[in-house]
């Protein structure tokens, strides 16, 4: 699963990209960010906290938008603006 990060200058927290509407378990366990913010406009990412500033982009002025199942999924095939940090495989080996 895609891993971007946070937008904001001074933050560097993670943000996990998952088509899980509750976003995915482990990611939320290794303190990950699931309740993020992003631009369609820009690709930007934002971590809960920093969405908390307000709900326009800061660089482009477009309503920021919550995670979705297909926003995810477009991140996930590539088809995003931004890049991504890492693909992280978040499967458990005991299941
Ligand atoms: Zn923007
Ligand atoms: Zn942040």
Redesign the pocket.
């Given at each position: 699963m895609p891993v971007m990060q946070c937008g904001e200058e001074k933050c560097e927290q993670p943000i996990s990209v998952s088509v899980a509407p509750e976003g995915n378990p482990i990611a939320r366990e290794l303190g990950m960010c699931v309740a993020y913010v992003c631009?369609?406009?820009?690709?930007?990412f934002w971590c809960d906290e920093c969405a908390a500033s307000g709900s326009a982009?800061?660089?482009?002025?477009?309503a920021?938008t919550g995670p979705s199942p297909p926003h995810a999924l477009m991140v996930m095939m590539g088809h995003w603006r931004a890049d991504v940090l890492a693909t992280v495989s978040l499967t458990r080996s005991d299941s």
């Open positions: 631009c369609e406009q820009c690709g930007r982009c800061p660089e482009c002025g477009q920021r």
